[in-house]
């Protein structure tokens, strides 16, 4: 992303493994607004996670909404019980193309 980056901070438990999952907070200061991103076990792709972990952008989330949760809300759900996450923060300037960033990140993968 194209953005004002303030700073970066790593935050993770060496108890968790460390695959290819990463699952990174995108905080925007000072109003405390937040999304989620982790990337696919599966493939290169990110997907975007709300705040309460209700939603994800997958595919599987959209076709499988009424069966079953995706694995990447249940995965996003353990690393943040254990604080293994990055933290992108951002001003709340940049929110808007942020989120036009992770929109077009979307649509690209669709």
């Avoid at 952008?57 to 995965?75: A, M, T, V």
């Avoid at 001003?91 to 690209?108: F, G, R, T, W």
Wanted: glycine share 4%; aromatic share 14%; net charge neutral.
């Amino acid at each position: 992303m194209d953005t004002d980056f303030i700073d970066n901070d790593d935050c993770s438990d060496e108890s968790l493994p460390t695959g290819r999952i990463i699952l990174t907070k995108h905080l925007f200061l000072p109003s405390g607004n937040f999304m989620w991103e982790i990337q696919s076990r599966k493939n290169n792709s990110s997907y975007y996670v709300d705040h309460g972990l209700t939603f994800c952008s997958c595919k599987g989330f959209y076709y499988n909404y009424n069966r079953k949760k995706c694995y990447h809300l249940s995965d996003a759900h353990k690393y943040i019980q254990n604080s293994n996450y990055t933290i992108s923060l951002y001003e709340d300037k940049n929110y808007n193309q942020v989120v036009k960033s992770m929109i077009l990140a979307i649509i690209s993968n669709s």
